[in-house]
């Protein structure tokens, strides 16, 4: 054989490896759907890759990536799955059968980890070794074609390969197929989203009111409510579970006098609290768009912990959702006079479920990585000596209060603005805390006081602007929050790890 006879060979024995591994992969998602949509392959993969992430990965991908690293994620393992079949493909042609034995070993691993997660049942382990199982016998029966030399005629090297190549077309194509499969049988998602448009909220007992002056009406500024569709979504769920009320429990137990456990039917049964909070994700830069401002609907979960009655040596409760994720909070967050609930409606809405439908936590004061528990399942009563959360186990901080800051939305950094009369705008926030006053710094001159709209409360932001007469040039803007107790926004600047961004947030405007 010669050497180009043999390189187009191991090009046809990659080709045939990877159409092979889409096979697999399809498989495995259509299996997946009919034994568990959390044991997807791809999604127990990536779960387990998020869950060995170290904090500075996490970070770096929220920063590449923002609300879509899910997505780059997937895409990333997707890459890295075809590079290994396509390895996989070059060793099986030469040495047989190492590269079926690659194959299966990615559907092993995948099985293993799939054993690993909070959620994993009896059957979960099944769609990944269906996945290896399924792309090493294609790979083997297509590569073995490309191994047998035929001594009646030249022309079967090319014609060899060429019927390779056309079955590994048939391969990716029913690969798809299943993996289209596995959408239309999994029903469970969209039984849920069934659920959820027919469900209709209990009335709110109190509310809490938007006042007139909140909202400053300039174009480009943050709205004061954000709209479900816009609010930021930062957890470790690649598959959002799918959970319907009927079948929802919160379990309450621990260092408790009495164990409680709520049904769907028993929380909006009990008096309902609207409120509007902001929230906040522990990666969010000086000024990064990771917050999010809303009307929760929900029981304080005060309430809740006064029915269990907790002990007097416990200081945290450990939330947990449904896909194995936990928080851990100060148990006087959540027992204290804000208004932290355990929520069911958003804006006006059942929870959307990538928020946590139909039950989730919202603590205002705390960044979310410690309070935020979107499909919240229980509340483990504990001690922080005896327990840690999700992320407090990966190196953040163990409490997470959320610190004082401010960002600058109008004019955006880089925008160029036309002489003369104009507004520099913004938010503030500290929420549970408050904001008194915003600074702004145009260049190196003084600080100038900016005109605050009206506060909807201490635990919302705070819209600001303060009038500009632009001069031609290059400028530098800055700004800077007071809060309700009179401390000012630090000029230090500091990573969100281990427990949120500081600094000021500086934009550069070009003026015509």
Not at 109 to 134: E, H, K, N, Q, Y
Not at 150 to 164: E, F, I, L, M
Not at 342 to 362: C, D, K, S, T, Y
Not at 436 to 463: F, H, K, M, R, Y
Request: net charge neutral; aromatic share 4%.
């Amino acid at each position: 054989m010669t050497p180009a006879s043999s390189r187009r060979r191991d090009l046809a024995a990659i080709v045939a490896s990877i159409a092979a591994t889409v096979f697999g992969a399809g498989l495995g998602e259509l299996a997946a759907a009919i034994v568990s949509p959390t044991a997807s392959p791809f999604a127990v993969i990536g779960g387990g890759m998020i869950d060995l992430a170290p904090a500075w990965a996490k970070d770096l991908a929220i920063d590449l990536f923002g609300t879509g690293d899910k997505a780059a994620l997937l895409v990333g393992i997707a890459v890295l799955l075809l590079i290994v079949a396509g390895v996989a493909g070059v060793l099986e042609r030469r040495k047989a059968p190492w590269g079926r034995v690659v194959l299966i070993a990615l559907g092993v691993i995948g099985a293993i980890v799939s054993m690993t997660r909070a959620d994993a049942g009896t059957l979960s382990p099944l769609p990944s070794l269906v996945a290896g199982a399924a792309a090493a016998l294609v790979a083997g029966l297509l590569v073995a074609r490309l191994r047998r030399r035929s001594t009646k005629a030249p022309t079967d090297d090319g014609v060899s390969r060429r019927s390779v190549l056309a079955l590994s077309g048939v391969a990716v194509m029913a690969g798809a197929l299943a993996a289209v499969g596995s959408v239309a049988v999994s029903g469970g998602a969209r039984a849920v989203s069934a659920v959820r448009s027919a469900l209709r909220l209990p009335s709110p007992a109190t509310t809490t009111p938007v006042p007139a002056g909140a909202d400053l009406g300039i174009d480009g500024l943050g709205p004061i409510i954000t709209p479900a569709s816009d609010f930021y979504r930062i957890d470790t769920a690649l598959v959002v579970p799918q959970v319907d009320p009927a079948t929802w429990t919160l379990r309450v137990h621990g260092m408790v006098e009495q164990e409680v456990v709520l049904r769907w039917d028993d929380l909006v049964a009990l008096p309902q609290k609207e409120t509007v909070a902001t929230l906040v994700c522990v990666s969010n830069e000086v000024g990064g768009s990771l917050i999010g401002t809303a009307r929760w609907l929900g029981v304080p979960l005060r309430d809740i912990l006064e029915r269990a009655k907790p002990t007097t040596e416990a200081d945290m409760v450990l939330s947990h959702s449904v896909d194995g994720f936990t928080a851990s909070t100060p148990l006087e967050a959540l027992t204290d006079d804000r208004n932290a609930l355990l929520a069911i409606g958003m804006n006006g809405e059942p929870l959307p479920i990538e928020h946590g439908f139909p039950v989730r936590m919202v603590v205002p004061g705390l960044y979310g990585y410690v309070s935020a528990t979107k499909w919240v399942s229980e509340l483990e009563v504990t001690r922080y000596d005896r327990a840690e959360g999700y992320w407090t186990s990966r190196g953040w901080s163990e409490r997470g209060p959320v610190k004082l800051q401010s960002r600058i939305d109008v004019p955006r950094s880089g925008a160029r603005v036309g002489a003369g009369d104009t507004v520099i705008a913004g938010v503030a926030w500290q929420t549970h805390v408050g904001v008194s006053g915003v600074e702004v710094q145009i260049d190196d001159g003084p600080w100038q006081a900016a005109t605050l709209a009206s506060a909807i409360s201490a635990d919302t932001w705070v819209q600001w602007s303060l009038p500009w007469n632009a001069t031609s040039g290059s400028h530098t803007l800055r700004c800077r929050a007071v809060s309700a107790t009179g401390e000012t926004q630090t000029a230090d600047t500091a990573a969100p790890a281990p427990d949120g961004a500081t600094g000021w947030d500086q934009r550069t405007v070009s003026v015509a």
